[in-house]
């Protein structure tokens, strides 16, 4: 998909990096998402279905024109890469379940989503980007709790029905333009570079 800009120039624009979701991965997350919801008592939130994605890098303000270098940094790694799974088996909260801020779903990353995120970052620092302070976490945000968390959290997470093998294909990675509106962030792909197709294992 080729970068579709409709911003005046010189205007600037919010993006980010990202692996997309399958719908049918979604939806699995939405029915988690609303067990916990109905069972807790908080102000949050909560992530729309078509929202969930699993970060690579947030840009934050970019110039549109920027696009075609990043399409291009985005096709020279990708096209190295062959697909892998990252496993969804675990929800958690950042910065933890004692004072939490943003409610995830994720799990223990492959060596291929660090090697990607790891590629991604030395790409974006040859384009005068700033290296990002914290680590990348392979998880999909579900909601941003913004006043006093439910105080049975912690138990409601642990009890929370995980659908078994939840897992998200990683096989493209996406540039997403972000606007704020108040019904919440709309998100808009400005192109998806595929991975290079992976090879039979059968011999």
Known sequence: MRPVCYHRVGEA????????LKPSVASAIERVARGVREATE???????????HVTLRFLGEIDPLLTLDLERISRRITERLEPFVLPLDRLGCFPSVDRPRVLWIGGEAPPAFHGLASSLQHELRRLDFPPDRKPTVAHVTVARIKGRPDAGLSRVLDAADLPQELEARADRIALMESVLSPGGAIYTPLFTTPFREGRSNAD
């Open 13 to 20: 624009m919010r993006a980010f990096f990202c692996v997309p």
């Open 42 to 52: 908080m102000r949050a939130s909560w992530v729309r279905r078509e929202n969930y």
